[in-house]
Nanobody, 126 residues
């Protein structure tokens, strides 16, 4: 059974940092591109960052560029999103997503991914 599980969310003050993890069960992430998305109440799911299956290519949305960093550790079957300089507008449920792919690319389109985790809440507030 294919499963993605996000963890690491919580409450943080503006300017603080969090590291989110996306762990895979039932399959290995080595052949998958991974994306991070977020969704605030009443808003569409927003693509934040993605990483190709081999880690060679990454993309970031303008809203998080320079503040968030995506990385992967295939030996641990885990992808990370390091978030710094957090702002109240970063408050949302954060999701990771996966797609099996044979070439070194990824996109920030939610429709491109085929498997999704359950999400983890990130709240940025003083």
């Amino acid at each position: 059974q294919l499963q993605l599980v996000e963890s690491g969310g919580g409450l943080v003050q503006p300017g603080g940092s969090l590291r989110l993890s996306c762990a895979a069960s039932g399959f290995t992430l080595g052949g998958y591109a991974i994306g991070w998305f977020r969704q605030a109440p009443g808003k569409e799911r927003e693509g934040l960052s993605c990483i190709s299956f081999d880690g060679a290519n990454t993309h970031y949305a303008d809203s998080v560029k320079g503040r968030f960093t995506i990385s992967r550790d295939n030996a641990k079957n885990t992808v990370y999103l390091q978030m710094s300089s957090l702002k109240p507008e970063d408050t949302a449920v954060y999701y990771c997503a996966a797609r099996s792919i044979l070439i070194t690319l990824c996109t920030l389109s939610k429709t491109w991914f085929t498997s999704w985790g359950q999400g983890t809440q990130v709240t940025v507030s003083s």
